[in-house]
């Protein structure tokens, strides 16, 4: 794979050219973010001696297990997009890896659009369909994060702490609970009544415009399409066994760094880190989740070890963190998309 090659893949002048201004509001972003954690106590670089009491075995047995979190994570997609087309477990990894590594690279989530892009491009299912699929991952996953949190915050013993924004996270965790149980309530609502929703926005919006009306009644068709895992308990099961899974192998990665890194970090510490860490990055920000990611991983720390190790294996800690992740998710979705000739923009140039 040439250099030249990988860099056009990346970096697409004509994506470049559609996206610059939300690029630079999301590296505002995340430089904020960035600056906060900084400003926290945190050095987005540590310091050498930092790395002293690394053990590198376990660092090594962390990236093995971030492999097997992104093979769960595309895998038991299969569920959720079945009932609208089967599809081979290899197109399944590969249109994944490819929208996971798509939302990482893109600045404010745009690349949550390239899976359903790619969907539509290779099996003509419609970007709505693939819409509903994204929404029902993003509406489970939070709901299991926020729960991993709010259990966290109601058991595991708390530091007292000076950081505003450590301080009030126990706020911040209900309300995503919250949040994402209503959401996931609006979810099955929405799928329950299908037809009224394709009925009501019919007859309301054609009054303007009958056209537009059937267009926009099919869309809304299309993301009740991509629910319909929702209605069938096997693929539901499923999918919800699966997603326990990758979120729990996940846990035991964060909690074998943290051990490798020389925290004092117990299984439920960890358990508290990634639930965060899930909810903080679904914030918009910038290229590579950076700022966002940081930020999150250190307040999560603040609020249960002492401060004094924040500073030093701490810091190791998160620079490992987001170095592995970012290492495999893009190696995971750059290959594929040289095999297959892609570039980021390419995803988007679908429509429907």
């Given at each position: 794979?040439?250099?030249?090659?990988?860099?056009?893949?990346?970096?697409p002048?004509?994506?470049?050219?559609?996206?610059?201004?939300?690029?630079?509001?999301?590296?505002?972003?995340?430089?904020?973010?960035?600056?906060?954690?900084?400003?926290?106590?945190?050095?987005?670089?540590?310091?050498?001696?930092?790395?002293?009491?690394?053990?590198?075995?376990?660092?090594?047995a962390?990236?093995?297990?971030?492999w097997?979190?992104?093979?769960?994570?595309?895998?038991?997609?299969?569920?959720?997009?079945?009932?609208?087309?089967?599809?081979?477990?290899?197109?399944?990894?590969?249109?994944?890896?490819?929208?996971?590594f798509?939302?990482?690279?893109?600045?404010?989530?745009?690349?949550?659009?390239?899976?359903?892009?790619?969907?539509?491009?290779?099996?003509?299912?419609?970007?709505?369909?693939?819409?509903?699929?994204?929404?029902v991952?993003?509406?489970?996953?939070?709901?299991?994060?926020?729960?991993?949190?709010?259990?966290?915050?109601?058991?595991?013993?708390?530091q007292?702490?000076?950081?505003?924004?450590?301080?009030?996270?126990?706020?911040?965790?209900?309300?995503?609970?919250l949040?994402?149980?209503?959401?996931?309530?609006?979810?099955?609502?929405f799928?329950?009544?299908?037809?009224?929703?394709?009925?009501?926005?019919?007859?309301?919006?054609?009054?303007?415009?009958?056209?537009?009306?059937?267009?926009?009644?099919?869309?809304?068709?299309?993301?009740?399409?991509?629910?319909?895992?929702?209605?069938?308990?096997?693929?539901?099961?499923?999918?919800?066994?699966?997603?326990?899974?990758?979120?729990?192998?996940?846990?035991?990665g964060?909690?074998?760094?943290?051990?490798?890194?020389?925290?004092?970090?117990?299984?439920g510490?960890?358990?508290?880190?990634?639930?965060?860490?899930?909810?903080?990055?679904?914030?918009?920000?910038?290229?590579?989740?950076?700022?966002?990611?940081?930020?999150?991983?250190?307040?999560t720390?603040?609020?249960?070890?002492?401060?004094?190790?924040?500073?030093?294996?701490?810091?190791?800690?998160?620079?490992?963190?987001?170095?592995?992740?970012?290492?495999?998710?893009?190696?995971?979705?750059?290959?594929?998309?040289?095999?297959?000739?892609?570039?980021?923009?390419?995803?988007?140039?679908?429509?429907?």
């Open positions: 794979m040439n250099v030249g090659a990988v860099s056009a893949t990346l970096f002048p004509g994506l470049l050219r559609r996206v610059w201004a939300k690029l630079v509001l999301s590296l505002a972003l995340g430089g904020l973010f960035a600056w906060l954690a900084a400003r926290g106590g945190l050095p987005l670089i540590p310091p050498a001696d930092a790395f002293l009491q690394v053990s590198w075995s376990g660092v090594g962390y990236v093995s297990t971030l097997l979190v992104h093979l769960i994570r595309a895998t038991r997609w299969r569920f959720l997009i079945a009932p609208v087309r089967r599809l081979a477990l290899s197109e399944v990894i590969l249109l994944n890896w490819v929208g996971f798509a939302i990482f690279a893109l600045p404010l989530r745009l690349g949550e659009l390239a899976r359903p892009g790619l969907c539509k491009a290779r099996h003509a299912i419609s970007v709505s369909a693939g819409l509903g699929t994204v929404a991952e993003r509406v489970a996953d939070g709901l299991v994060t926020s729960t991993c949190v709010a259990w966290a915050l109601f058991v595991l013993p708390r007292e702490t000076s950081d505003p924004l450590a301080r009030h996270l126990p706020s911040y965790g209900y309300a995503s609970l949040l994402f149980g209503c959401a996931f309530g609006a979810l099955a609502m799928l329950w009544q299908r037809e009224l929703a394709v009925t009501l926005t019919r007859r309301t919006l054609g009054i303007l415009s009958p056209r537009l009306a059937a267009f926009l009644a099919g869309k809304v068709a299309g993301v009740a399409d991509g629910l319909r895992s929702l209605a069938e308990p096997r693929l539901a099961g499923g999918f919800l066994a699966e997603t326990c899974v990758y979120w729990t192998v996940n846990a035991l964060v909690w074998l760094l943290g051990n490798a890194c020389g925290l004092p970090m117990t299984f510490h960890a358990v508290a880190i990634m639930g965060v860490l899930a909810i903080g990055i679904l914030l918009p920000t910038g290229p590579g989740l950076f700022g966002n990611f940081q930020l999150a991983v250190s307040v720390l603040k609020l249960y070890l002492a401060e004094s190790v924040i500073s030093d294996q701490g810091a190791a800690f998160v620079f490992l963190l987001y170095i592995a992740q970012a290492s495999v998710m893009t190696l995971a979705g750059i290959v594929p998309l040289y095999i297959m000739k892609l570039r980021l923009r390419d995803l988007f140039a679908v429509r429907g």
